[in-house]
């Protein structure tokens, strides 16, 4: 197939590039290279990717209109994995503008470029953040999700919102994925595995909010690639109605994928100790603004879909991470 992977230079968008190559696959790659984190781990990324015969990479934002349409038109992708976006819920209270950029107006030009080119699947990446002040656990795609706390999760309930509309009016079969709180190697700088890593190791206190009472659903990343591989196989079919929320009479699905297992944060803190051999010196805060105090998602009608179910604890991706940290840092 000939496949588009957007955010190829970002954490999931690598790793989703290298476990397809070698498949007789011609897949083409985007990224706008920005400046949210480290952009010398981004460059990283592509030159691990660079020397794999079978990916291209374009230097492209998402929300130049007229750049994203000639992409389109001149590729003819069979299939799109759209992981690009901008991400993290406590940048969006300080850069709401940006989000608007990448995550409404980039989605749609995707969507777009799938309805002209007549696209056979799209699979894109929306969040466990659109639970929001959702109490009910574990979350389940049926869930009602009308309350975002933060404006990203409100730009990936948006994204939702859109690609059932172009499924429904354009027949373009669209998968969003609800993705938990992935980590592992290559991971990005913003999130509180590669934090903590890096603080422990230099001897830094590490910010803990909500004084330690939360819990995550920490997802190691090749069972994320997994299950992003495994569901692009499977097609999004006309169906009947219905009144869930995550069911339609249009070819769009929408699934969880996370481990299924919430770890507390302290106990992951703990793993992060093991592995790196370092005592945590833990700066205890209140909860931060647009943030939730624990996520756990309901995997099974991906389970069904796929038949994968994810395979890597908490303490064995730990380890793993902080091993390829030790090694890209040289410390």
Request: glycine share 8%; proline share 5%.
């Given at each position: 197939?000939?496949?588009?992977?957007?955010?190829?230079?970002?954490?999931?968008?690598?790793?989703?590039?290298?476990?397809?190559?070698?498949?007789?696959?011609?897949?083409?790659?985007?990224?706008?290279?920005?400046?949210?984190?480290?952009?010398?781990?981004?460059?990283?990324?592509?030159?691990?990717?660079?020397?794999?015969?079978?990916?291209?990479?374009?230097?492209?934002?998402?929300?130049?209109?007229?750049?994203?349409?000639?992409?389109f038109?001149?590729?003819?992708?069979?299939?799109?994995?759209?992981?690009?976006?901008?991400?993290?819920?406590?940048?969006?209270?300080?850069?709401?503008?940006?989000?608007?950029?990448?995550?409404?107006?980039?989605?749609?030009?995707?969507?777009?470029?799938?309805?002209?080119?007549?696209v056979?699947?799209?699979?894109?990446?929306?969040?466990?953040?659109?639970?929001?002040?959702?109490g009910?656990?574990?979350?389940?795609?049926?869930?009602?999700?009308?309350?975002?706390?933060?404006?990203?999760?409100?730009?990936?309930?948006?994204?939702e919102?859109?690609?059932?509309?172009?499924?429904?009016?354009?027949?373009?079969?669209?998968?969003?994925l609800?993705?938990?709180?992935?980590?592992?190697?290559?991971?990005?700088?913003?999130?509180?595995?590669?934090?903590?890593?890096?603080?422990?190791?230099?001897?830094?206190?590490?910010?803990?909010?909500?004084?330690?009472?939360?819990?995550?659903?920490?997802?190691?990343?090749?069972?994320?690639v997994?299950?992003?591989?495994?569901?692009?196989?499977?097609?999004?079919?006309?169906?009947?109605a219905?009144?869930?929320?995550?069911?339609s009479?249009?070819?769009?699905?929408?699934?969880n994928?996370?481990?299924?297992?919430?770890v507390?944060l302290?106990?992951f803190?703990?793993?992060?100790?093991?592995?790196?051999?370092?005592?945590?010196?833990?700066?205890?805060?209140?909860?931060?603004?647009g943030?939730?105090?624990?996520?756990?998602?309901?995997?099974?009608?991906?389970?069904?879909?796929?038949?994968?179910?994810?395979?890597?604890?908490?303490?064995?991706?730990?380890?793993?991470?902080?091993?390829?940290?030790r090694?890209?840092?040289?410390?």
């Open positions: 197939m000939k496949l588009l992977i957007t955010g190829m230079a970002g954490f999931i968008g690598h790793a989703v590039a290298k476990r397809l190559t070698g498949q007789s696959h011609d897949i083409v790659g985007i990224d706008n290279l920005n400046d949210y984190y480290d952009v010398a781990l981004k460059h990283a990324r592509l030159a691990e990717l660079s020397e794999c015969s079978d990916v291209r990479f374009i230097e492209l934002d998402l929300s130049d209109r007229e750049g994203m349409a000639s992409l038109a001149d590729e003819g992708f069979d299939r799109v994995i759209h992981l690009a976006a901008q991400a993290g819920v406590r940048y969006s209270l300080e850069k709401p503008h940006v989000y608007a950029d990448a995550n409404l107006v980039g989605h749609l030009n995707v969507l777009e470029g799938c309805r002209q080119q007549r056979e699947h799209l699979v894109y990446a929306s969040s466990s953040s659109v639970y929001g002040m959702n009910k656990v574990p979350f389940a795609t049926g869930d009602a999700v009308d309350h975002p706390i933060s404006l990203y999760a409100a730009t990936k309930k948006a994204n919102l859109m690609s059932h509309t172009y499924s429904h009016l354009y027949g373009v079969p669209t998968t969003g609800r993705f938990f709180t992935v980590y592992g190697p290559w991971g990005r700088p913003d999130m509180a595995p590669y934090k903590f890593t890096k603080a422990l190791l230099e001897g830094d206190p590490i910010a803990v909010f909500n004084h330690g009472d939360m819990s995550r659903d920490f997802t190691y990343i090749d069972d994320i997994e299950g992003i591989v495994r569901i692009l196989e499977v097609m999004p079919q006309l169906g009947d219905t009144d869930s929320p995550d069911s009479t249009a070819p769009y699905a929408l699934y994928i996370g481990n299924g297992s919430p507390a302290m106990d803190i703990r793993a992060i100790e093991k592995a790196t051999g370092c005592e945590a010196k833990c700066d205890f805060q209140p909860m931060q603004p943030d939730v105090p624990r996520t756990w998602a309901d995997t099974e009608a991906l389970f069904e879909a796929t038949g994968y179910r994810p395979r890597v604890g908490v303490e064995e991706g730990v380890q793993r991470f902080v091993d390829w940290y090694e890209f840092y040289e410390v």
